[in-house]
């Protein structure tokens, strides 16, 4: 699976506190696929690699090497063009 990176100004809440939030307008974009992680690394389906990928990148920004770029940005969020995303870290002041 293809990975892209965009930054937004906000997250817009859906009606599930969880799962559902559309990124605001971007104000920055890596562009399409820099880099891949396989299904055999992350899951066989999508729902595997999403879990596998949520996994990953909570562990980066718990403990990464260079984390602290990320917990310095407003919230940090992962999932499908035109699908849920997950918010999996904020910032207490987001």
């Known amino acids: 699976m293809h990975v892209q ?3 937004t100004e ?13 990124p605001g307008a971007e104000t920055f974009t890596t562009g399409e696929d820099i880099f891949e992680i ?3 690394v992350a899951g066989s389906d999508w729902q595997e690699w999403l879990s ?3 996994e990953m990148v909570n562990s980066y920004i718990s403990s990464g090497a260079r984390s602290s770029a990320l917990r ?4 940090i969020g992962l999932g499908f063009v035109d699908g849920d995303m997950y918010v999996l870290w904020q910032s207490a002041a987001a």
């Open 72 to 75: 310095n940005c407003k919230g």
């Open 52 to 54: 596998t990928s949520m």
């Open 10 to 22: 906000t997250f817009v809440p859906g009606n599930d506190p969880e799962k559902d939030y559309w």
């Open 38 to 40: 396989p299904f055999a």
């Open 5 to 7: 990176l965009i930054g």
